[in-house]
């Protein structure tokens, strides 16, 4: 059942649908064990951590046996936390979208008259806490003498927090014949008497207790980022610690897609790999992965399973897995062969208790890194040219340009010379201003960023700095509808201009036009040199847009 994907099993098409669009390919090991059992009708008692899907594997199966003939509330989800009770519903809506699902979080804190006028209006599913829920039966606003099915989520945490006779009564209020569904990380007795009284006597247990899992040649990291600022935060990650061979994962195909382009046109070397490339391209890019053609491969968990590289320095997580299992699988690609690998974690505040349940998992610790500053990278980058220079100095690999060195020496000071040189080499590499942006997590309002977002309509934040006096907005007569990409943008202004990628910001791609954040000192060569060339086919024109100020 390793391979089984989640097309294998018979759930709702547009349940599917979701899944798929949720980036997902193949199902966690509870997933393959509970959906087909719980489409099948059956109660079932599910032991499993939290971290292994279990959301998904009970919501897709619920959802897909919904019967939306009648107007009623066809179930109920039970939490222990208003917080798990908003992710469980928020989770569902994601696997719903496209069954058009209305769902129903209920919970302490929060107006009972607006969650008692949604209830008048019939959710699909209601999801909450059991003194909410409690709360709500004995006023008579719920009713679930007509539900089709029963899930006690974390049973065991609600056992702790003293839930146990709620949740005895609010089960005595439903429907007798309804699918009970039962799951907790524990079996103490009590919820072991709770299921021998409520459910039925062909219950299915289904255990997915995982051994602890560690990963000990591997250092763990993570950084807390916002998620407009996650692939800015990716790049000076990559700038201040300069992997060597660096596997990026990402959730999903389009993700992979996007985070591919946004580093290339960065001026990073590297290619991606997903689900929908065929064979041969796999195989090529893997190649050039090996033989180190390309110094980073970013790739869904399904891609890389082919993925057998001894030598990967470091992994980040772009996204989170969606289970503590892949989030092993993950960062073991390295620290093989008795070396010390490095794996990082973008982690949003959301995610954060996910993350905690993942590093309780593999009983390692994750330890918090700031992001790097400019400051950073500028350190970084310098001490890297240093580096270079002392190596070719040892290994004496100039001996040709001797000559030129000497020539200059008669008419200039050998470190303006030598300075000169570094400029024409690295110049472009290190040119803005370490002043700027230094500092992307304390402030919403930074003066430059070339952060770009994963919204499908848009490649950055879509926050203007048009009102910082350091960078202008340009207006650009070209768009969607012309199939033009940011890095075809960013090439044309700094081929025609002496405007260099550091001088570009944000990149707001529109139908018929684009909106360009660029650094004030590069507009007049931008304008001068770029409006009215062609790109794409099309003659662009380029103005101050007139938002600016």
Aim: aromatic share 6%; with cysteine; charged share 25%.
């Amino acid at each position: 059942m390793e391979n089984l994907k989640f097309n294998d099993l018979t759930l709702n098409k547009n349940v599917l649908k979701s899944i798929e669009g949720m980036g997902f390919e193949e199902p966690s090991k509870i997933q393959q064990e509970v959906i087909p059992v719980i489409l099948e009708g059956f109660d079932v008692i599910g032991q499993a951590q939290t971290g292994t899907g279990k959301t998904l594997a009970f919501g897709a199966p619920i959802i897909s046996n919904l019967n939306r003939s009648s107007n009623k509330i066809h179930g109920i989800i039970l939490t222990p936390t208003r917080e798990l009770a908003i992710q469980v519903s928020d989770e569902l809506v994601r696997i719903g979208k496209d069954s058009n699902l209305k769902m129903l979080p209920v919970y302490g804190g929060q107006s009972i008259d607006r969650q008692i006028q949604a209830i008048r209006r019939n959710p699909d599913i209601i999801v909450g806490t059991p003194g909410r829920v409690l709360d709500l039966l004995r006023r008579k606003v719920l009713d679930l003498k007509f539900i089709d099915f029963l899930v006690l989520d974390e049973a065991d945490e609600m056992l702790n927090m003293g839930f146990v006779e709620d949740i005895e009564l609010i089960i005595q209020s439903s429907n007798e014949e309804r699918q009970t569904l039962l799951f907790s990380a524990t079996m103490p007795n009590t919820i072991k008497k709770i299921a021998q009284r409520y459910m039925k006597k062909d219950t299915k247990h289904i255990s997915i207790l995982k051994n602890q899992m560690t990963v000990s040649t591997v250092e763990q990291f993570y950084y807390e980022v916002k998620h407009n600022e996650r692939f800015e935060s990716l790049c000076r990650i990559l700038d201040v610690e300069g992997p060597e061979s660096c596997l990026i994962f990402c959730k999903t195909k389009k993700g992979v897609d996007e985070v591919v382009e946004s580093m290339q046109s960065r001026g990073y070397s590297v290619e991606g790999m997903h689900g929908d490339m065929n064979q041969n391209q796999r195989l090529n890019t893997l190649r050039k992965f090996k033989d180190d053609s390309i110094d980073f491969l970013v790739a869904t968990d399904v891609a890389a399973r082919g993925i057998d590289v001894t030598n990967i320095t470091h992994v980040i997580n772009y996204d989170l897995p969606q289970d503590t299992e892949s989030y092993v699988h993950r960062i073991g690609r390295t620290g093989r062969a008795n070396k010390k690998g490095v794996a990082y974690t973008l982690v949003s505040p959301r995610e954060y208790k996910t993350l905690k349940q993942i590093e309780s998992a593999t009983k390692g610790k994750i330890k918090r890194k700031p992001i790097p500053t400019i400051d950073d990278i500028f350190t970084a980058k310098y001490a890297s040219i240093i580096k270079k220079v002392k190596e070719t100095l040892e290994n004496k690999e100039y001996s040709k340009f001797v000559p030129i060195v000497t020539e200059l020496d008669e008419e200039y000071d050998l470190i303006d010379v030598s300075a000169a040189l570094m400029t024409m080499i690295y110049g472009k590499e290190i040119s803005y201003n370490s002043n700027e942006n230094n500092d992307i997590a304390s402030s919403n309002n930074n003066s430059y960023s070339n952060s770009y977002s994963n919204n499908s309509n848009s490649y950055n934040n879509r926050r203007s700095n048009s009102n910082n006096g350091d960078v202008s907005r340009l207006f650009l007569s070209i768009g969607h509808l012309d199939k033009v990409k940011p890095k075809s943008l960013v090439d044309f202004l700094t081929d025609n201009s002496n405007a260099d990628r550091n001088s570009i910001g944000n990149i707001d791609i529109l139908d018929k036009f684009t909106f360009i954040d660029v650094k004030s000192d590069a507009v007049d060569s931008i304008l001068n040199n770029c409006s009215g060339k062609s790109l794409e086919g099309r003659r662009v024109n380029i103005e101050i847009a007139k938002s600016s100020k």
